[in-house]
């Protein structure tokens, strides 16, 4: 039991001065507890047993009622944890008071699997108080579908967020019937599995999204077209077959850990300043190659940029980015564990960033000149190269 008392104010003749605050202050100051601990406040005095029940946020997370680390060791004991939890939400939702709720989370990601259709009754509930935000993170050690239409016809909320995490390679299969999010500007989804013409239905029902992240998504194809977007993040382990971004009014770009680009790149991104490209590959074929670096070469309007190609079986040449444009915006550039001939890729960089002020070489693994005569030829390449603008250099971790 959270140890709570309302300390009275002796130079106030006695007056609690936390519960004379108005109430739209105190519910305020309770928000930032998790419902569990707001509920608890119940047994200061008499004036606060109801106080919890306006609170705007309910925060449920199955951690603070001591399930063990380990509970494949403690198996016996898991059912006692997950019925007090429901217990709680349950009386919770039935006994608040009937008003919109600013701020759902309801975090199950700790190794118990919880059963659709309590997951359902959840959200359903939580869906008719119509909230603005809503948070929703899972732990599942089998597979499963979760149906999202209750969420995602949610017209009132403005930030979804829906994270699963599994065992092993296994992925939940996200259902998207209908959409219809007018106000939402941001989105974070998190291993799951949907179609191709889920995303699109998706992008469509958010015709004010300003903020997209797919962690870890499976999906063949990705399209993503929006003229509000300004913030993009994409992570993905598996293969992507085609990958297409329209998005004029994007800033800020991260993708990562894409791993082996197999199709056709399509990229419109006119207001991007900031970049940062993680793309890595067993194979290390050469078209694989060439379309991670093709997606570097959309980029050259950028102001600050950060690249990690790791492809263990092949270097970066200077062949291959022979025929990237002038970055006439850049600034500041990092190069994390790339593959290529010494000084091929900053060198480039160097030579076609007349702006740059800020180059960073980090864990680099490089290999012995190839395409210069010898050491001396190499040396004087990089004396000549002078930027009115660059100020810093740093080298750390050269392999």
Wanted: glycine letters at 4%.
């Amino acid at each position: 039991m959270m140890n709570i008392k309302a300390r009275v104010s002796e130079e106030n003749d006695g007056i609690d001065m936390i519960t004379s605050l108005p109430n739209d202050i105190l519910t305020h100051i309770l928000s930032f507890l998790s419902t569990k601990n707001t509920v608890q406040t119940c047994i200061l005095s008499k004036g606060w047993i109801n106080t919890w029940a306006s609170v705007p946020d309910l925060k449920f997370d199955i951690k603070e009622f001591g399930l063990p680390e380990n509970i494949d060791d403690h198996e016996m004991h898991v059912e006692e944890f997950v019925t007090k939890f429901e217990l709680l939400v349950k009386n919770v939702l039935e006994k608040r008071e009937a008003f919109r709720v600013n701020r759902f989370q309801l975090c199950l990601d700790s190794g118990v699997f919880w059963p659709c259709k309590v997951l359902a009754d959840y959200i359903s509930d939580v869906m008719k108080l119509e909230p603005r935000e809503c948070s929703i993170k899972l732990c599942s050690r089998e597979k499963f579908n979760l149906n999202t239409d209750l969420i995602f016809t949610c017209a009132s909320l403005i930030y979804v967020e829906l994270c699963v995490s599994t065992k092993g390679r296994l992925f939940v299969a996200m259902e998207l019937n209908s959409v219809n999010l007018p106000c939402l500007k941001t989105l974070k989804l998190g291993r799951v599995r949907m179609s191709d013409d889920s995303l699109k239905k998706l992008l469509l029902g958010c015709p004010v999204l300003e903020e997209l992240v797919l962690e870890n998504i499976n999906i063949d194809i990705i399209e993503i077209c929006s003229n509000t977007l300004k913030k993009l993040v994409l992570n993905s382990y598996y293969s992507v077959k085609r990958l297409q971004i329209s998005t004029p009014n994007l800033q800020y770009l991260d993708i990562s850990k894409l791993r082996d680009l197999r199709g056709n790149l399509l990229l419109t991104m006119p207001s991007l300043v900031d970049a940062s490209i993680y793309i890595w590959g067993w194979h290390g074929k050469d078209e694989y190659v060439t379309r991670g670096l093709n997606l570097i070469h959309n980029l050259s309007n950028v102001e600050s940029l950060r690249i990690d190609l790791n492809f263990p079986n092949r270097k970066t040449q200077m062949k291959d980015i022979s025929s990237f444009p002038v970055f006439k915006n850049l600034k500041c550039l990092k190069l994390v564990s790339c593959r290529f001939n010494v000084f091929d890729l900053p060198l480039y960089f160097l030579h076609h960033s007349p702006k740059l002020q800020e180059l960073t070489l980090t864990n680099i693994h490089a290999v012995r000149v190839t395409d210069f005569s010898n050491e001396e030829t190499t040396l004087e390449r990089m004396r000549v190269v002078q930027r009115e603008y660059l100020k810093t250099v740093r080298v750390a971790g050269l392999i």
